[in-house]
């Protein structure tokens, strides 16, 4: 049985998903800077170059190769620019279960980047690599993830309560913690039939090939 992930890249009309590089280190660096991401997420803040080389790295391949998950560089295909990451975590290979997350640079909002990054993994993941099943956590208030959930055809599960740790400014400008809640999304192959096509007809990418 299979139980790592492969080097993939995989390809959409306008997108490309692929490892990380080192050069991708001053792009990830100001993305996970970014408010939003100090917000919803358990990155450091206020986070460094260095920082970003050492997961692209160490801690990505070393996930990949122990097969933990996945990180993947979202770029656009025509300017190469780093526009996102998707990230593959918790994976259990015996059940075939993965979980997704995504984040997406604040310049790089609002083009539906993050549903058609994270509708092209899920077809890879089933149609590829035979998982049954993809799992999404969304914190309660972070209504941005969860309409990318729905896009790609997720189903909302239950609710984990106060299992989220967010981060919030104080007046100072310091970032302080707050816990919610999270809500739990789970996709399954069948959930994708038709979602392909309801996103091409928004105006966002259909096609999907990897290599």
Known sequence: ???????????????????????????????????????????????????ARRWITEYAPTERTAGRGLDLAVTEFLTQRLVGIVQLSNTNWRVRSTELSYI????????????????????????DQ??????????????????????????SEGVLRNACIARTRT???????????????GLLPEDLDGVADQMAEAGYSSYTDWS
């Open 1 to 51: 049985m299979t139980t790592t992930f492969p080097d993939i890249s995989i390809n959409t009309d306008r997108l490309v998903l692929r490892a990380l590089e080192e050069g991708d280190a001053p792009a990830l660096a100001e993305m996970m800077n970014d408010e939003m991401v100090g917000a919803w997420t358990a990155v450091p803040q206020p986070y460094t170059e260095d920082a």
């Open 104 to 127: 997406v640079a604040p310049w790089a909002r609002g083009e539906g980047y993050a549903s058609e990054a994270s509708l092209a993994t899920a077809q890879w993941l089933f149609g």
């Open 130 to 155: 035979k998982f049954e099943r993809l799992e999404l956590r969304t914190a309660a208030d972070n209504t941005a993830s969860q309409q990318v959930a729905q896009k790609i055809g997720c189903i």
């Open 171 to 185: 007046e100072d400008g310091s970032w302080t913690e707050l816990r919610t809640d999270f809500i739990v999304w």
